[in-house]
């Protein structure tokens, strides 16, 4: 069968029709029972408080500053762990071995590993600046994702002017 605008048109039997308008009933009744026992709990109870921490959690985009925060371990922290351990250890490649030993890594994995470390122990002067690098250029701007992610959380009101906020 066709439309009046040329499209198809399905035709669905009645008892479909009546079992997905059923379905669909039913999913709304049990989320207004939900919505409404998560409404109803005493913000001073536990079940209060982690309602409300994970409201705020979702109006402050709380897995956005998750995934920045974690971005910032693995772009910062984790060169700055390399170079300082290269510098503990004498011998980066018995370093490296003892880690991959320890991490039961194997293969392609092991190899990149060691041939991170020793690399990174080769080279200290250039893995250390390019650590400090690091820091330097993403560090700065950590400062202003946890003063954003705490002030949506907690529902305070930034200023227009955040330069003169970040020299005081």
Do not use: C
């Amino acid at each position: 069968m066709t439309g009046d605008d040329g499209s198809a048109r399905v035709v669905v039997p009645g008892r479909v029709r009546k079992t997905a308008a059923g379905g669909w009933a039913r999913g709304n009744a049990v989320y207004g029972h939900g919505k409404e026992w998560v409404e109803g709990q005493d913000p001073a109870s536990r079940k209060g408080a982690t309602m409300g921490w994970f409201r705020r959690y979702r109006a402050a985009n709380g897995q956005l500053y998750a995934v920045l925060l974690t971005a910032y371990v693995f772009i910062t922290v984790l060169p700055a762990t390399l170079v300082i351990a290269t510098y503990v250890d004498n011998d980066p490649a018995g370093l490296a071995d003892r880690v991959v030993h320890r991490l039961n890594l194997h293969g392609s994995t092991a190899t990149l590993f060691r041939d991170v470390l020793t690399g990174a122990g080769q080279n200290q002067l250039g893995a250390t600046l390019l650590a400090v690098a690091n820091v330097v250029i993403f560090g700065l701007g950590i400062g202003r994702v946890l003063q954003l992610a705490h002030s949506r959380s907690w529902g305070i009101d930034l200023s227009a002017n955040w330069l003169t906020d970040q020299m005081r």
